[in-house]
């Protein structure tokens, strides 16, 4: 396959980043979809646990990635991914519960679940994009 142009590189890296922002809004507008369309605001409390979520691996490992993913014994990476593993645990937890207490309906809960994959469909993808040397700023 022929070297694609400098230009045309750019503007395919701009298209994935584009992807990727409307992925976070489509998750975002499903999150709002599953409380507004059934006049019901419980849903919203998994929005606590994506906020949680990022928390570990900002506070504990700052910016070195590479001890999250490995496999080492840092007492600290395994906090983080225990944390990290509780509020990935939490975000699919909260609607189950409220759908097995009859807080929520099934439509709701179809719509949270789908938005928590949507939003982990991003993350992954951003995590991947950002191990390609072309994303780094340095």
């Known amino acids: 396959m022929a070297r694609l142009s400098r230009s045309m590189v750019a503007c395919l890296h701009s298209a994935r980043l ?26 919203m409390l998994t929005v606590v646990m994506y906020v949680i979520l990022p928390m570990p691996l900002l506070f504990f490992v700052g910016n070195d990635n590479s001890s999250v993913m490995s496999g080492g ?13 509780a509020s990935i645990v939490g975000s699919i937890a909260i609607p189950s519960i409220l759908k097995h207490a009859g ?23 951003f995590l991947q994009m950002s191990t390609e040397e072309e994303y780094s700023a340095f």
């Open 103 to 125: 807080i929520i309906g099934w439509g709701a809960l179809a719509m949270e679940l789908s938005s928590f994959a949507i939003f982990g469909v991003a993350i992954l993808w």
């Open 73 to 85: 014994t840092d007492g600290w990476a395994n906090f983080t991914k225990f944390l990290t593993g």
């Open 18 to 43: 584009a992807l990727l922002a409307i992925l976070v809004s489509g998750g975002i507008v499903l999150q709002i979809l599953a409380c507004a369309l059934y006049s019901n605001w419980w849903p």
